[in-house]
């Protein structure tokens, strides 16, 4: 019985590539190339379309010094609130989730994939495996103790803005002032200011053979000139947010801006 099928398969087969054989014979060359001209276009548009499906990312990574309010950010985008925002770790904290202020939206909202990566230097390497698949770097900066803090700050973001999966895929960069509904916070405008200047200090002191720069591939800003975040590879933006208040419009502007819902 298998065989009498096999057989019949066979016969079906033969007579499929006889009729495709007249039709091909059959039909005048130019409608034939152009007929295969279409399908062949239809086929790379379509891998093209899957291809572009399978790659936007929906990451954003959050990441800066330890204390500048990160956690508090990742509960406000996830629940809107800061109950949980005291919790420290060392280990990445991320989550899958529909920004709160859209889960009421009518239609179709897309996820997003949300990482708050340890500030503490020792785990600064776990970065490394987050920022290949990241639509957006959220660059959480304390606006009451900036200036304590201004050289480490400097120092990390420095960092990733030279990283080659940043410089290379164009990541987006926000450089977010948090905590500014406290009457110290430092104004955007001054830490903007400030970042820049010490940025600069740090690719004019840091030689071709130092650490920096043998781990990236990338430099800075345009010889002869003071820095400024305008001449990075990617694009960098400043704005300010307070985790604790929830006042967090302009992180989800952002967001929204490179995580299409």
Known sequence: MDKEKV????????QWLHEVEEFIHQTPPV????????????LIFLFIIRLF????????VLTGLSGSGKTYLFYQLRDGSAHQGTVTSME????????????????????????????????????DEFLP???????VVDSVEFLPNCRAASEYLYEILTKASVVKKKVPVLL???????????????IRKQLEKEIDKLRTSRT???????????TLGVPGEAFAFSQCH?????????????????????IRENVKP
Do not use: W
Not at 208 to 218: G, K, P, R
Not at 240 to 245: C, F, I, N, P, V
């Open 133 to 139: 698949q990241a639509a957006g770097v959220v660059f």
């Open 7 to 14: 057989e019949q398969l066979k016969s079906q087969m033969q």
């Open 31 to 42: 409608q034939l190339y152009t007929a295969l001209g279409v399908v062949l276009f239809t």
């Open 176 to 190: 977010l002032c948090n905590k500014v509904d406290k009457v110290t916070a430092h104004t955007t405008e001054f």
């Open 53 to 60: 499906k399978r790659t936007a990312s929906n990451t954003i």
């Open 92 to 127: 990445p904290n991320e989550g899958s989730f529909i920004l709160n202020s859209e889960k009421d939206k009518k239609g179709k909202v897309k996820p997003i994939h949300v990482v708050d990566v340890p500030g503490h230097s020792r785990l600064r390497p776990k970065l």
């Open 234 to 254: 990617n694009r960098v933006i400043v704005a300010e947010a307070s985790g604790l208040t929830g006042e967090i419009s302009q992180l989800e502007k952002f």
């Open 208 to 218: 071709a053979v130092s650490d920096a720069d043998i781990a990236n591939e990338f």
